[in-house]
Each structure stands twice: as C-alpha cells, then as structure tokens.
C-alpha cells in the first residue's frame, strides 16, 4: 500500500484521539461522583488527572503539527487532521468542566448539598455517553450518527432547566440557599455546555467524511431563530 | 575477503564526519562539517542548488576519488574506523556503503543478471536464485517482475528501475545505502513508493539521501542535514543546521532553515 507508514501514523493519532476522550469522559462521571459523595480527595484525584489531559492534548497537537508540516496531507487526510486540532481542543476544555466541577466540590468545604443529587448525575452519564458515542461515529467517520447525536443534547438542556427551576424555588423559599445553590447551578451549568461540544465533535465528524462545513441544528438555535423572527 | 581495517561497531552511528572539508584541487567545495549518520535511520541532506550536497554524500563512500584532485580535510569515521586511512580499500568501501543514483542505470543486462552480477563479482558463493528474489522483495519489486526475470532491465518503468537499481545494492549486502536525488526523475506514485520503500529498507539499512525535494526529506527522513553555501568569498557549501526533521520543518534554529523550508529563501 502506497503510504503505509503515513496511514499508520494517522491510525495512531485517532487513537490518541480516543485515548484523550476516555480521560475526559472518566473525568466527568467521576467529577459528579465525587460531588455527590462529597469526597474531597476525589476531587483532588480530578485536577491531577486533568493535567494528564492537558499534557495528552499538546501531545497530540504536537503530532499532528509534525504530520501537517512534514507528510503534506491533502484532501480527506487534511480535513482529518485539521479536525483533529479541532477536537482535542474541544476535548481539553471538556476536561476543564470536569475540573470546575471538582473545584466547586473542594470550594464548598463543610458545606452541605443543598438537595441529594438525581439529575446532575443523570446529566453527567448523558453527556458522557453522547461524548462516546460521538467518539466512536469520528473513528468510524459515521456521518449518520454524528448527526443523530447533537438532538440528544435537547435532554441534557431540559435536565438544566429543570434543576434551574428547582434551585430557584429553593432559593426564593429561602434566600440563604443562594450560596448552595449557586454551587449546583455551576456544576449543572458546566454539565451543559459540557455536552454542547459533543455537538462541536460531531460537526468534525461530518466535515471530515463529506466535506461540508454545517452546523447541525439544536432544538435551542430553533427556538432562538422563532423569536428573533416574531421581533 | 581480506581482513578489513574497518569493524563493524554496534555504535549509534554509523558514519561521522569531523571538521570535513572537500577539495576539488584547489576549490573547497565543501566545509566544516560535523554530523552524525544514526544507525537503521534514514538521513536527509538538503539545500539549494550548488551548495554541496552530493559532494559530501560521495565522500561517504569515497566515490569522489573517482575525479581526480579531489581530496578531504578532516575525517570522515566509519564503524569508528577512519574511511580514508591509508589501509581501507575503496573498492570494500563502495560495496558496505553502496549508492542509488538520481537516474535510474540498471546494467543493459536482464533483471537477473542486474542483481546476481555485482554478487558474483563479490564473491557471492551461496544460492543466487534466492539472493535475487530476496533482494527483488526488499525491493519491493518481486511481484512485478517474478515472471519476466530474463527480460532486459532496461524495457522496466521509470520507477521500476529504481527499485531494481535499489535491489542491485543490496545484493552485495551493505550497511548504509546513499541515495542522490533517486526520485527526481520520477513520477509523484512511483515516488511515493520509494519513499514507503525506504521505510521497509531502514529496519535493515542505515540511509542517506540527498534531495532538491523538501516534502520528500519531510515525509521520508528522520534527521536532515541543511546546507548552505557559506556567505564568504570562497563560496564554500556546509551544514548549517543537523536535527531531527521534525524539528527542521516545525521549528528550525537557524533563520536561513526557516527560510529556505517556508520557501522565502534559497
């Protein structure tokens, strides 16, 4: 085969790709799980990881700056690796949700959960799942999965308003919640944008197989484009 | 085969020169350089027209000598050994370090006799019709010609040449393989597989190449070599920047390197 030390390379720099998903993916459900047991050295274990994760994705970059500079991929191999660039920038900031959520678990010290947590972790698993998945449609260059993906996005939005509604009753039956709820909100706020660019990914997915830079559409830019279009 | 002044080390490096400078009578060519050849990696020298790059790949393998006046300065080791001590023999020189050129020249002889010549005239006593199919598959050229072994070298491609000309040192079991522009002449597919084909050759072979082409020693090399003429009035060709190629072409040292792998200069 024509280029098989070029193909091996790129082989190797999808795998890194995933290896550096796996770290953010485990990063996220375990950032919860700590929260939700309140287990502070947990958390810690969370910013050392997400070191790891930093480190990974320079590492990756580093590669593919070498590979775009001394192989002059062309074509289907340069939207790869320009995607590639693309994701694992995605993923590091991933990592950082998961990083912000362990810093509010250590932040809240003593402090009690406002409420026993149900749909912050269901948020986490989601997203984690949606990242995954997206994951595995980017290796397998599965156009119809990358676009199915982002809709499930839709859910984890409707979990965030759903505990932001909760919090906010909390907080006007008792205005000293404020603090702890606001801790919550943070974390359910990251959880979603956390799972936004799962959407990123999945946009990757179907430039680099087809070529076509397009968004693909959330229930959210819908709802946006109505009422900008009624004003 | 007489006993050689020049054993074989396990050392990093094959080949090291040391303050080399070439002579073409009283015209220095080449100067000052200082590099090392890493053992079963491929090496690249690259630089513009003139400045000396297949100069210094000849003197690897003492094919310089074959003009006459032409004499070094400063020393070139091979296997730790000194390459152009008095005692080494030339002529064992070329075939441990053989070289591929930049046109394709098999001999106006079968493809056969392309490779089991240069053997027998070394004294290749084992079984040829192996050491030709084994060099014809290290060549990666086996599948193509297996069935026209007795037909002229010369009715093959372009590309398909090469690799017979590849193969044809390799029959006489080398260590390191001097290529001079062995692409040059060729199309971009066959290049590519002279390129995959330099990969497979560097588990067994320690390779120098000499190219005009940049993307090649970028895709292919693992160290390279920038030359350049030194900006005296003797016009004299060195190195002036030895690195990894990865370095070389994200980032270079010396600004001349910058120039020349972003096309600004040279």
């Given at each position: 085969?024509?280029?098989?030390?070029?193909?091996?390379?790129?082989?190797?720099?999808?795998?890194?790709?995933?290896?550096?998903?796996?770290?953010?993916?485990?990063?996220?459900?375990?950032?919860?799980?700590?929260?939700?047991?309140?287990?502070?050295?947990?958390?810690?274990?969370?910013?050392?990881?997400?070191?790891?994760?930093?480190?990974?994705?320079?590492?990756?970059?580093?590669?593919?700056?070498?590979?775009?500079?001394?192989?002059?991929?062309?074509?289907?191999?340069?939207?790869?690796?320009?995607?590639?660039?693309e994701?694992?920038?995605?993923?590091?900031?991933?990592?950082?949700y998961?990083?912000?959520?362990?810093?509010?678990?250590?932040r809240?010290?003593?402090?009690?959960?406002?409420?026993?947590?149900?749909?912050?972790?269901?948020?986490?698993?989601?997203?984690?799942?949606?990242?995954?998945?997206?994951?595995?449609?980017?290796?397998?260059?599965?156009?119809?999965?990358?676009?199915?993906i982002?809709?499930?996005?839709?859910?984890?939005?409707?979990?965030?308003?759903?505990?932001?509604?909760?919090?906010?009753?909390?907080?006007?039956a008792?205005?000293?919640?404020?603090?702890?709820?606001?801790?919550?909100?943070?974390?359910?706020?990251?959880?979603?944008?956390?799972?936004d660019?799962?959407?990123?990914?999945?946009?990757?997915t179907?430039?680099?197989?087809?070529?076509?830079?397009?968004?693909?559409?959330?229930?959210?830019?819908?709802?946006?484009?109505?009422?900008?279009?009624?004003? | 085969?007489?006993?050689?002044?020049?054993?074989?080390?396990?050392?990093?490096?094959?080949?090291?020169?040391?303050?080399?400078?070439?002579?073409?009578?009283?015209?220095?060519?080449?100067?000052?350089?200082?590099?090392?050849?890493?053992?079963?990696?491929?090496?690249?020298?690259?630089?513009?027209?003139?400045?000396?790059?297949?100069?210094?790949?000849?003197?690897?393998?003492?094919?310089?000598?074959?003009?006459p006046?032409?004499?070094?300065?400063?020393?070139?080791?091979?296997?730790?050994?000194?390459?152009?001590?008095?005692?080494?023999?030339?002529?064992?020189?070329?075939?441990?370090?053989?070289?591929?050129?930049?046109?394709?020249?098999?001999?106006?002889?079968?493809?056969?006799?392309?490779?089991?010549?240069?053997?027998?005239?070394?004294?290749?006593?084992?079984?040829?019709?192996?050491?030709?199919?084994?060099?014809?598959?290290?060549?990666?050229?086996?599948?193509?010609?297996?069935?026209?072994?007795?037909?002229?070298?010369?009715?093959?491609?372009?590309?398909?040449?090469?690799?017979?000309?590849?193969?044809?040192?390799?029959?006489?079991?080398?260590?390191?393989?001097?290529?001079?522009?062995?692409?040059?002449?060729?199309?971009?597919?066959?290049?590519?597989?002279?390129?995959e084909?330099?990969?497979?050759?560097?588990?067994?072979?320690?390779?120098?190449?000499?190219?005009?082409?940049?993307?090649?020693?970028?895709?292919?090399?693992?160290?390279?070599?920038?030359?350049?003429?030194?900006?005296?009035?003797?016009?004299?060709?060195?190195?002036?920047?030895?690195?990894?190629?990865?370095?070389?072409?994200?980032?270079p040292?010396?600004?001349?390197?910058?120039?020349?792998?972003?096309?600004?200069?040279?």
């Amino acid at each position: 085969m024509l280029r098989k030390t070029f193909e091996s390379e790129i082989k190797q720099v999808k795998d890194d790709v995933l290896m550096l998903g796996s770290m953010v993916e485990q990063a996220v459900i375990n950032s919860v799980d700590s929260l939700k047991k309140r287990d502070i050295k947990a958390s810690e274990k969370i910013f050392e990881g997400d070191m790891l994760i930093n480190k990974k994705r320079f590492e990756i970059e580093n590669t593919l700056m070498v590979l775009i500079a001394t192989q002059q991929p062309m074509a289907h191999d340069l939207r790869l690796l320009a995607s590639c660039m693309e994701i694992i920038s995605e993923l590091e900031r991933m990592g950082d949700y998961a990083k912000g959520i362990a810093n509010i678990n250590i932040r809240m010290g003593d402090t009690s959960l406002l409420k026993p947590l149900i749909d912050v972790p269901r948020m986490a698993q989601i997203g984690a799942d949606m990242l995954h998945r997206s994951l595995t449609a980017f290796v397998n260059e599965d156009v119809e999965t990358a676009k199915k993906i982002p809709i499930e996005d839709d859910e984890v939005d409707a979990l965030y308003n759903q505990i932001y509604r909760e919090l906010m009753t909390f907080i006007i039956a008792d205005p000293k919640t404020i603090e702890r709820a606001n801790w919550l909100l943070w974390v359910a706020h990251n959880l979603e944008r956390f799972a936004d660019r799962v959407t990123n990914i999945c946009e990757r997915t179907v430039f680099i197989a087809t070529g076509e830079m397009t968004e693909i559409k959330s229930t959210d830019d819908e709802f946006w484009k109505q009422q900008h279009q009624e004003k | 085969m007489a006993q050689s002044a020049l054993n074989p080390e396990t050392s990093k490096y094959v080949l090291e020169t040391k303050d080399l400078g070439i002579y073409y009578g009283d015209f220095r060519a080449v100067t000052g350089v200082n590099i090392p050849i890493e053992r079963h990696k491929i090496t690249a020298i690259i630089g513009p027209s003139g400045c000396g790059k297949s100069t210094l790949l000849r003197a690897f393998n003492r094919m310089n000598e074959l003009s006459p006046g032409t004499r070094i300065e400063g020393e070139i080791r091979f296997e730790g050994e000194n390459l152009y001590d008095p005692s080494v023999d030339p002529v064992e020189v070329r075939y441990r370090i053989g070289m591929v050129f930049q046109k394709p020249n098999p001999f106006p002889k079968s493809i056969y006799e392309n490779i089991a010549w240069g053997a027998r005239i070394h004294g290749f006593k084992g079984k040829m019709d192996e050491l030709v199919e084994s060099c014809l598959r290290q060549a990666a050229l086996w599948d193509e010609v297996k069935d026209k072994l007795q037909q002229s070298g010369l009715a093959l491609s372009g590309g398909q040449q090469q690799r017979l000309c590849i193969a044809r040192a390799l029959a006489v079991q080398p260590e390191v393989i001097l290529m001079d522009e062995p692409a040059s002449a060729l199309d971009p597919i066959a290049t590519l597989k002279i390129e995959e084909l330099m990969q497979e050759l560097k588990k067994n072979y320690t390779i120098v190449i000499v190219t005009h082409n940049m993307q090649q020693a970028a895709r292919a090399s693992d160290h390279t070599a920038m030359m350049m003429l030194v900006e005296d009035s003797k016009r004299s060709g060195t190195v002036i920047e030895f690195d990894k190629t990865n370095t070389i072409f994200t980032n270079p040292k010396d600004k001349r390197t910058e120039g020349y792998v972003t096309g600004r200069y040279g």
